[in-house]
């Protein structure tokens, strides 16, 4: 079969790291995979093939698309992403990357294709093992700790705050909705949505 593309969230492995920042990527594979749990019109199939993933097909925007969570912790995410592009034809122009971004606040994303990895250790794998920067990279805010002395790594792999973690459904699915609009009508479109979205203020403050 061939696939019009993958979406692949970042993140570690294990119930540890589950509700951390760093894992936002996988938080949003999670809600596609539930949304096709539930409509068996977009026919999700679990793909069991050698290699440190999780991998599924669906029917997602019109066409069949692959739904990846790399397996080998953060730092190493070019292993699976390679391997999986390799053996299902995935061109980087096709492929979704989906990682948590230090320079956004909670609540804002970006969309681009290519750039440098900005520091970040999962996109410098996936740029090393691909051999291109040319792939698509949602960006999904996390902020970055009011404490400067605090180190990056320990934010990073902390849970949300409660007030972070209460938006995180409306995010995430502004976030799922943009992808779509990204495979049926292209950059141009999903950029506007993508950029359009913030949280709201709470009023109460």
Same mark, same amino acid.
């Given at each position: *079969?061939?696939?019009?593309?993958?979406?692949?969230?970042?993140?570690?492995?294990?119930?540890?790291?589950?509700?951390?920042?760093?894992?936002?990527?996988? *938080?949003?594979? =999670?809600?596609?995979?539930?949304?096709?749990?539930?409509?068996?019109?977009?026919?999700?199939?679990?793909?069991?093939?050698?290699?440190?993933?999780?991998?599924?097909?669906?029917?997602?925007?019109?066409?069949?698309?692959?739904?990846?969570?790399? !397996?080998?912790?953060?730092?190493?995410?070019?292993?699976?992403?390679?391997?999986?592009?390799?053996?299902?034809?995935? =061109?980087?122009? +096709?492929?979704?990357?989906?990682?948590?971004? !230090?320079?956004?606040?909670?609540?804002?994303?970006?969309?681009?294709?290519?750039?440098?990895?900005?520091?970040?250790?999962?996109?410098?794998?996936?740029?090393?093992?691909?051999?291109?920067?040319?792939?698509?990279?949602?960006?999904?805010?996390?902020?970055?700790? +009011?404490?400067?002395?605090?180190?990056?790594?320990?934010?990073? !792999?902390?849970?949300?705050?409660?007030?972070?973690?209460?938006?995180?459904?409306?995010?995430?699915?502004?976030?799922?909705?943009? !992808?779509?609009?990204?495979?049926?009508?292209?950059?141009?479109?999903?950029?506007?949505?993508?950029?359009?979205?913030?949280?709201?203020? =709470?009023?109460?403050?």
């Amino acid at each position: *079969m061939d696939f019009k593309g993958a979406i692949v969230g970042l993140g570690n492995p294990g119930p540890e790291y589950q509700d951390t920042r760093h894992n936002i990527g996988f *938080m949003l594979v =999670d809600h596609i995979l539930h949304l096709a749990e539930e409509r068996q019109s977009m026919r999700l199939e679990k793909i069991e093939e050698s290699g440190d993933y999780d991998l599924w097909r669906c029917k997602f925007a019109g066409a069949y698309r692959l739904l990846v969570k790399p !397996l080998t912790y953060m730092n190493l995410s070019g292993k699976a992403v390679a391997r999986i592009c390799g053996r299902h034809a995935i =061109d980087p122009a +096709d492929l979704v990357v989906v990682h948590d971004e !230090l320079d956004l606040p909670v609540g804002r994303m970006k969309f681009k294709r290519g750039g440098s990895d900005n520091g970040h250790n999962g996109l410098k794998s996936i740029q090393e093992r691909l051999g291109s920067p040319d792939y698509n990279r949602l960006r999904l805010g996390i902020g970055r700790p +009011d404490d400067r002395y605090k180190p990056i790594t320990d934010w990073v !792999l902390e849970p949300f705050d409660e007030k972070s973690r209460a938006a995180l459904p409306e995010i995430i699915g502004h976030a799922a909705k943009g !992808l779509d609009i990204f495979f049926r009508r292209g950059m141009g479109f999903a950029q506007q949505h993508f950029n359009s979205f913030s949280v709201p203020e =709470d009023e109460s403050e």
